[in-house]
């Protein structure tokens, strides 16, 4: 199998005028978590929408197994790579089984019926997101932290090797984060999926984290395993937040404490 | 499943009603024997193939048309208040016939109605791209907004065009509500065929317009191309509306209500929805034809007046469940 690695090739990233990513060269490493971590406004959310090919450089290419993403067919792309935005729009009364069927779109032809392996993907999706018993359930009756877990099903089920989330646990109180930030890690150890999130909480990343890419207002600070980027220099130079970093007295990771 | 027996009986229903009651009341062995052996000197045989069946043929197509047009016009803007009556589609297709028949000097009811196609595509195009409906970020009240100017503005100029006309006030009333009682005139066969190709491309893309339902980037991430899929679901409304239009003049309403019955028959699937809406716009409007037979025999209340008087209501039933501020 070849290495599935996103990279991002002298990448040049704006709306217009405005550059947020410049000339920004980094890969994301197959097979491992990489969190996005920066201030507001710094373009974590721009970077990663140009992974999934959501918007086009102004310059630079982003590449998939060293072909420019631009260039590949836009339903082989979907099997390969799902994004779960912010905000997905929710076409109202749908249940959550409905929902999840969707994700597997991309395999699907205009007039192939419903194969045994779309089902199995649905089921096991559902079950890795512990919804198998809601799908019946209508999506706008469910709390916060089941709707974000059934919107997850959605991209599992699309059964890509690279899986990109944008805040996928804003809204969420702390001990629904946490569930959602295990399933990812569970996906990634158990399937290999490839899993790119950005998040604000520095903790959470450094704790869930195998790989971290920090942007700051000039571009990127630092990228590398936790105990690298998470410093207080990195810190002061992305967030210019003076903070004192102590190991997590339960993980051992960097924790980031606030001066 | 019960549901659709119950849209099976309510369209078969409608279908009876509307070959046996009318001026003169016919009975089903009226019916019977006029089709397995017509006599040119029974007016009960006479009246039901020179007018009923044609009438009934008419409804069935410009009914599923506008039916089915409402279905996609609504999965594809994520608005329950868009219609083609309400959106301004119908009226444009309306205005293209009466300018092309006054410029050519033809009549109104031959081959000039296929101008109907560029009046619903213009219109369509209209009322879209500014209104900001097919990213649906607009909101429901924006688009149904433009919608309203643009119907407005074109049933103005419809009627202007049509007052040049020599027998303008017949020819206005069709084209400002349409009827269902000329349909022996119109080109009813052909039209038929366009509304059928509209139908089959809205059954082909319908999965993917499930897709970009759930907003553009996520869309995009599953592997579709929202330009495309707004582009190909723009076709299907023109060709059906346009169909529909040619056939029976603008019918509003139709497309408003069809769409959430649909719904409660058939689910979130939108195959299966648009299959409900064949069955649901060609019961409700001939239903409505037939009601405004029997309403003031023997004048008749057009059936573009009868959906408007039921379609009404709803639509204010419908905009006060919108939150305000909704992103539809």
């Known amino acids: ?259 | 499943m019960k549901r659709w027996i119950l849209l099976a009986l309510l369209f078969a229903v409608a279908v009876a009603l509307s070959l046996l009651l009318g001026v003169r009341h016919l009975t089903p062995s009226d019916v019977w024997q006029a089709v397995t052996a017509p006599d040119p000197r029974n007016p009960a045989h006479v009246t039901l193939l020179t007018i009923r069946l044609p009438r009934l043929a008419g409804g069935l197509i410009a009914g599923a048309a506008l039916g089915l047009a409402g279905t996609v016009m609504q999965s594809l803007t994520r608005n329950p208040l868009a219609d083609p009556g309400i959106l301004g589609v119908n009226a444009g297709a309306a205005l293209a016939v009466v300018l092309g028949a006054l410029l050519l000097g033809r009549a109104d009811n031959g081959i000039v109605t296929v101008l109907a196609f560029p009046g619903a595509a213009l219109a369509s195009v209209a009322v879209f791209l500014p209104g900001g409906g097919l990213s649906g970020d607009a909101g429901p009240v924006r688009l149904t907004l433009a919608g309203a100017a643009l119907n407005a503005l074109l049933i103005s100029a419809v009627s202007a065009i049509v007052q040049f006309r020599g027998e303008a006030l017949d020819i206005l009333r069709f084209w400002i509500a349409g009827s269902l009682a000329s349909a022996a005139e119109r080109p009813v066969a052909a039209m038929s065929l366009v509304a059928l190709c509209g139908a089959v491309l809205a059954l082909a893309i319908a999965p993917r317009l499930e897709v970009l339902s759930l907003g553009g980037s996520l869309a995009r991430g599953l592997g579709t191309r929202p330009g495309i899929v707004q582009a190909q679901a723009l076709l299907a409304v023109t060709a059906l509306t346009g169909a529909a239009v040619a056939i029976a003049g603008p019918i509003g309403f139709l497309g408003l209500m069809v769409p959430p019955l649909a719904r409660r028959v058939a689910g979130h699937s939108l195959r299966l929805e648009l299959a409900a809406s064949v069955a649901l716009g060609a019961a409700i409007l001939l239903l409505a034809d037939t009601a405004g037979r029997l309403i003031f025999p023997p004048a008749e209340v057009r059936a573009g007046i009868m959906t408007a008087l039921l379609g009404g209501p709803i639509f204010i039933l419908i905009a006060r469940r919108l939150k305000p501020g909704a992103q539809g």
Request: aromatic share 4%.
């Open chain 1, 1 to 259: 199998m070849t290495e599935m690695t996103l990279r991002a090739e002298a990448l040049t990233l704006g709306y217009g005028e405005r550059r947020v990513i410049d000339d920004l060269s980094l890969a994301l490493p197959a097979a491992r978590m990489t969190t996005i971590l920066g201030p507001n406004g710094c373009g974590k959310s721009t970077l990663l929408r140009a992974f999934a090919r959501l918007i086009r450089p102004q310059a630079g290419v982003v590449t998939l197994c060293g072909e420019d993403i631009h260039g590949q067919d836009t339903r082989a792309l979907a099997r390969r790579i799902a994004i779960l935005p912010q905000a997905p729009l929710a076409p109202e009364g749908i249940s959550v089984g409905d929902l999840v069927k969707r994700g597997r779109a991309p395999w699907r032809g205009l007039l192939s019926p419903w194969s045994r392996a779309d089902a199995e993907a649905c089921a096991g999706a559902l079950q890795a997101v512990g919804m198998t018993e809601h799908q019946e359930r209508r999506l706008d009756e469910l709390s916060g932290g089941q709707r974000q877990r059934a919107w997850l099903a959605l991209v599992l089920a699309q059964g890509t090797p690279l899986l990109l989330l944008d805040e996928p646990t804003t809204w969420l109180d702390l001990t629904h984060q946490l569930e959602v930030l295990s399933l990812l890690r569970q996906r990634n150890r158990d399937a290999g999926t490839t899993v790119v999130s950005v998040l604000h909480d520095i903790n959470l990343a450094a704790r869930f984290s195998d790989h971290l890419i920090l942007l700051g207002p000039g571009g990127l600070v630092a990228e590398g395993t936790p105990e690298v980027v998470v410093t207080t220099e990195n810190l002061q130079r992305a967030f210019r937040l003076a903070a004192r970093i102590q190991p997590d007295p339960v993980t051992d990771r960097p924790m980031v404490i606030p001066l």
